[in-house]
């Protein structure tokens, strides 16, 4: 008997046909739709016992002379099944690399659920209620810049150079030009001149915006604070006019049972000035340790605009008559939400901010 390498059945005989070895693993890889399958079948296509390897082995029992054509017949065959397999690899892998992201996905709105999407920070909040209640009352809203001049921030408003008032606000002063003569604006006060300058009178007009000060953080104070200033000018304005706004807006902002009152203070942009002062809303006025035990809590400062700032921006302080004033929104907010310390407001705790 002629010795056979090739398998039992006889099948794959030195005459196997290599071309029909690649059709028939084209024919199976099409079937393949998973790497392990895909394993498998290579093993089955090019293993020590694949029909190849046995082709391979029965070389031998070739003429010799047809032995070198056969072999390069079978490599071709190797190198094209190899070569089929490694691009259906391929294609599987990226299958199910994506079939694992799509997996993979979460859907981190579900996560969060409603209680935690975001919302308007308390502070926004109050400055956009302030607003409201200033526009219903027939004011208009103004803005200016947070870097501001030595003649905004202090000069316009009746402080000269070296005025000691000025001491009344520590500043931080911006490496701009001349040593301190660019600061961030220590209050919005510099708004009213900028108002007065570009439009002429009359004028009712809130200012809101952010204002800095070299302050050491404490629950009343914070070193980037928020402020809200309103300014009217207009002919025959009073006193009366400014006391009587400051009370609509406290019982329209705080509620019915919070009132105001103002107590004689010094400012420079104003004469005669005041301390605006409300009713405590934590004891609503019978004396608490947030108020001292006097039932009242300052919120700013106000009065009648000093026929000086008048002079500085232009306007005559005989035809005109203004009254100004200005005060923390952190501080409303605090109030209003009666939080004791208002370092909450920035820390930015989420487990404190969900519940104001
Ligand atoms: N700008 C003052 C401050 O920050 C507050 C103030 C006082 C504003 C009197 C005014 C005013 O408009 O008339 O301390």
């Given at each position: 008997m002629t010795p056979s390498p090739a398998g039992d059945d006889g099948s794959e005989s030195p005459g196997v046909d290599p071309e029909g070895l690649v059709a028939s693993a084209v024919d199976r890889l099409a079937m393949i739709t998973t790497l392990t399958a895909l394993d498998e079948l290579q093993t089955d296509l090019l293993g020590k016992r694949s029909a190849l390897a046995r082709a391979h082995q029965g070389l031998v029992a070739l003429d010799p002379g047809e032995r070198p054509e056969a072999g390069r017949r079978l490599n071709e065959a190797r190198r094209q099944i190899e070569s089929h397999l490694a691009v259906a690899r391929r294609a599987l892998e990226l299958d199910e690399r994506s079939t694992r992201l799509e997996a993979d996905r979460l859907d981190l709105t579900e996560l969060i659920g409603p209680a935690l999407r975001g919302r308007l920070h308390v502070v926004q909040r109050t400055r956009d209620e302030l607003e409201d209640v200033f526009v219903g009352m027939g004011f208009r809203v103004a803005e200016g810049p947070e870097a501001e001049t030595d003649w905004y921030n202090f000069e316009a408003l009746n402080?000269?150079?070296?005025?000691?008032?000025?001491?009344m606000w520590d500043t931080l002063y911006l490496e701009v030009g001349e040593p301190e003569t660019v600061m961030l604006r220590t209050h919005t006060s510099p708004v009213q001149v900028r108002l007065m300058e570009s439009q002429g009178p009359p004028i009712y007009a809130v200012m809101p915006g952010k204002c800095y000060r070299r302050d050491t953080p404490d629950a009343r104070h914070i070193p980037t604070f928020h402020q809200i200033e309103g300014l009217v000018v207009d002919r025959g304005i009073s006193f009366a006019d400014l006391a009587g706004t400051i009370e609509t807006f406290t019982t329209a902002y705080f509620g019915a049972d919070i009132h105001s009152r103002l107590r004689p203070s010094y400012f420079?942009?104003?004469?005669p000035s005041a301390e605006y002062e409300i009713t405590c809303t934590i004891c609503k006025g019978s004396g608490c340790r947030t108020c001292s035990q006097t039932g009242w809590i300052e919120l700013g400062g106000c009065g009648m605009v000093d026929p000086a700032v008048f002079a500085a921006v232009g306007l005559d302080a005989e035809e005109w008559t203004g009254f100004a004033f200005g005060f923390g929104i952190d501080r409303c907010a605090q109030m209003r939400h009666e939080i004791p310390d208002m370092r909450v407001f920035f820390d930015n705790d989420v487990r404190v901010l969900r519940q104001i």
């Amino acid at each position: 008997m002629t010795p056979s390498p090739a398998g039992d059945d006889g099948s794959e005989s030195p005459g196997v046909d290599p071309e029909g070895l690649v059709a028939s693993a084209v024919d199976r890889l099409a079937m393949i739709t998973t790497l392990t399958a895909l394993d498998e079948l290579q093993t089955d296509l090019l293993g020590k016992r694949s029909a190849l390897a046995r082709a391979h082995q029965g070389l031998v029992a070739l003429d010799p002379g047809e032995r070198p054509e056969a072999g390069r017949r079978l490599n071709e065959a190797r190198r094209q099944i190899e070569s089929h397999l490694a691009v259906a690899r391929r294609a599987l892998e990226l299958d199910e690399r994506s079939t694992r992201l799509e997996a993979d996905r979460l859907d981190l709105t579900e996560l969060i659920g409603p209680a935690l999407r975001g919302r308007l920070h308390v502070v926004q909040r109050t400055r956009d209620e302030l607003e409201d209640v200033f526009v219903g009352m027939g004011f208009r809203v103004a803005e200016g810049p947070e870097a501001e001049t030595d003649w905004y921030n202090f000069e316009a408003l009746n402080m000269p150079p070296a005025h000691p008032a000025r001491g009344m606000w520590d500043t931080l002063y911006l490496e701009v030009g001349e040593p301190e003569t660019v600061m961030l604006r220590t209050h919005t006060s510099p708004v009213q001149v900028r108002l007065m300058e570009s439009q002429g009178p009359p004028i009712y007009a809130v200012m809101p915006g952010k204002c800095y000060r070299r302050d050491t953080p404490d629950a009343r104070h914070i070193p980037t604070f928020h402020q809200i200033e309103g300014l009217v000018v207009d002919r025959g304005i009073s006193f009366a006019d400014l006391a009587g706004t400051i009370e609509t807006f406290t019982t329209a902002y705080f509620g019915a049972d919070i009132h105001s009152r103002l107590r004689p203070s010094y400012f420079p942009f104003t004469e005669p000035s005041a301390e605006y002062e409300i009713t405590c809303t934590i004891c609503k006025g019978s004396g608490c340790r947030t108020c001292s035990q006097t039932g009242w809590i300052e919120l700013g400062g106000c009065g009648m605009v000093d026929p000086a700032v008048f002079a500085a921006v232009g306007l005559d302080a005989e035809e005109w008559t203004g009254f100004a004033f200005g005060f923390g929104i952190d501080r409303c907010a605090q109030m209003r939400h009666e939080i004791p310390d208002m370092r909450v407001f920035f820390d930015n705790d989420v487990r404190v901010l969900r519940q104001i």
